[in-house]
């Protein structure tokens, strides 16, 4: 059974910086790939960033330059360094695993494995 758990979430400043983590446990999938992706209060879940288990990486626009996600496979732990934090990132911050994945696109709906969520907030 596939478990995600999301940790590092927190309150910080405009312009700070927190990393989040992911730890996976329960999956053997050689290929697949692993996700953030946030939602605020009254918006849709978007993607943040992605990363393949050959080590491709994407990223959302709004966070290019200033977030970066990684990967420990041997800790099988996904993280996500987030930087010069602005308002507008405050969401509930979600990791995502898609089994079996050839390439990631940052679409929720391929994802079939998702965390509860840790909560990011910025404040001015």
């Known amino acids: 059974q596939v478990q995600l758990v999301e940790s590092g979430g927190g309150s910080v400043q405009a312009g700070g910086s927190l990393r989040l983590s992911c730890a996976a446990s329960g999956y053997t999938y050689s290929t697949y790939c692993m996700g953030w992706f946030r939602q605020a209060p009254g918006k849709e879940r978007e993607g943040v960033a992605a990363i393949h288990s050959r080590g491709s990486t994407s990223y959302a626009d709004s966070v290019k330059g200033r977030f970066t996600i990684s990967q420990d496979n041997d800790k099988n732990t996904l993280y996500l360094q987030m930087n010069s934090l602005k308002p507008e990132d405050t969401a509930m911050y979600y990791c995502?695993?898609?089994?079996?994945?050839?390439?990631?696109?940052?679409?929720?709906?391929?994802?079939?494995?998702w965390g509860q969520g840790t909560q990011v907030t910025v404040s001015e």
């Open positions: 995502a695993l898609e089994a079996k994945s050839w390439y990631c696109l940052l679409r929720s709906t391929r994802f079939g494995y």
